[in-house]
């Protein structure tokens, strides 16, 4: 996660797994990235407690008296500051406000699912760095999933659409049906479509989004927004700027980033770094000091090899110590 603040940390789905010792992989995860990222340790601590506070609120009933003495004291009336019975719950009422407004935040992210998937069960797919998985979901749609990339869908599809979710990339082959729409939602796009093919690049901390379409039609929207996209065209989301931009695609490369080969253009080194960390499960940590521009193909060579062609090809010594990934400048 780049930039984390406390509201990205309370509403992150799997910095909550962490918080609430719920899932493992989320637990090594986040026990990495603190590790990796001590200059965050505190404000991580301020959101765990936020989270844990979540498990130990009030009741509506005692929400509901104290916010009735609170706006007697705010309303001047007779009833005394000494005589609020206990301040603590005053502390957990400002609390459960503001954990509610980030609770809708997440569960706003959710709720469409949920909603769409009545009476049936949500299954949540994270895959491991370094490693891919395929899902067929029950309508027959095949998915490929890239490593750390995790797809939340209803074990069956009920009502008028067919929703799932995903925060990473993936290969979507969809089965046709006109009355049924597929939406896949990401953390900054909806993706529309009734049967087709394509790759969609989606991580939440990635600085953009890609939706590259080799069959059928989709309809990619934001707000208000909606763009169309025809076979061989990618729409690519800048998320910092708030922009889309449809170009075209080399559809053989588009397809060998599915099987892990990864194809760089004048990457940047946070860019570079993210992906060996997702292909290789090292860690990584940010160095806005390294300046780099990579051109070139990593495929399905070893960490060492891929080290090595890093160092030649660039002004920079790469190497791994207690498998995190090391950068001298020459």
């Not at 992150?12 to 603190?34: A, G, H």
């Not at 069959?215 to 990619?220: F, I, L, M, Q």
């Not at 099987?259 to 997702?278: D, M, P, W, Y």
């Not at 940590?285 to 051109?295: G, V």
Request: proline share 4%; aromatic share 8%.
């Amino acid at each position: 996660m780049e930039q984390p603040t406390l509201e990205k940390l309370i509403c992150n789905e799997s910095f909550i797994n962490y918080c609430l010792q719920v899932r493992l992989e989320d637990m090594e995860y986040w026990k990495q990235w603190v590790e990796a990222n001590p200059q965050h340790r505190q404000l991580v601590e301020d959101a765990k407690g936020l989270v844990q506070l979540m498990q130990m609120v009030p009741s509506q009933a005692q929400v509901a008296e104290e916010r009735v003495r609170l706006q007697a004291f705010i309303n001047k009336n007779v009833t005394p500051v000494h005589r609020l019975r206990n301040y603590r719950w005053i502390g957990y009422t400002a609390a459960s406000l503001l954990l509610v407004s980030m609770g809708f935040l997440f569960l706003k992210r959710q709720l469409p699912i949920a909603e769409n998937a009545t009476q049936t069960e949500l299954v949540s797919q994270l895959v491991p760095t370094g490693k891919y998985m395929n899902v067929i979901l029950s309508d027959s749609t095949k998915v490929k999933l890239g490593p750390t990339s995790t797809l939340r869908y209803p074990k069956h599809f009920n009502g008028d659409k067919r929703i799932v979710s995903l925060n990473g990339e993936g290969y979507f082959e969809v089965t046709h049906n006109i009355h049924k729409p597929f939406i896949i939602q990401t953390p900054d796009l909806e993706i529309k479509v009734l049967g087709t093919s394509f790759n969609v690049h989606a991580f939440e901390n990635d600085e953009l989004s890609k939706i590259a379409l080799f069959t059928g039609k989709v309809e990619v929207s934001k707000g208000t927004k909606r763009l169309l996209l025809s076979p061989g065209q990618a729409i690519v989301y800048h998320k910092d700027k708030a922009t889309f931009a449809v170009e075209s695609f080399d559809i053989a490369k588009e397809k060998e980033n599915m099987t892990g080969v990864l194809h760089f253009e004048k990457a940047t080194f946070s860019e570079i770094a993210k992906q060996l960390n997702r292909k290789f499960g090292i860690i990584v940590q940010d160095r806005p000091d390294i300046e780099l521009m990579y051109s070139g193909t990593i495929g399905h060579e070893p960490l060492e090899m891929v080290l090595e062609k890093l160092s030649l090809t660039t002004g920079y010594q790469f190497s791994i110590e207690s498998n995190t990934l090391i950068v001298r400048k020459k």
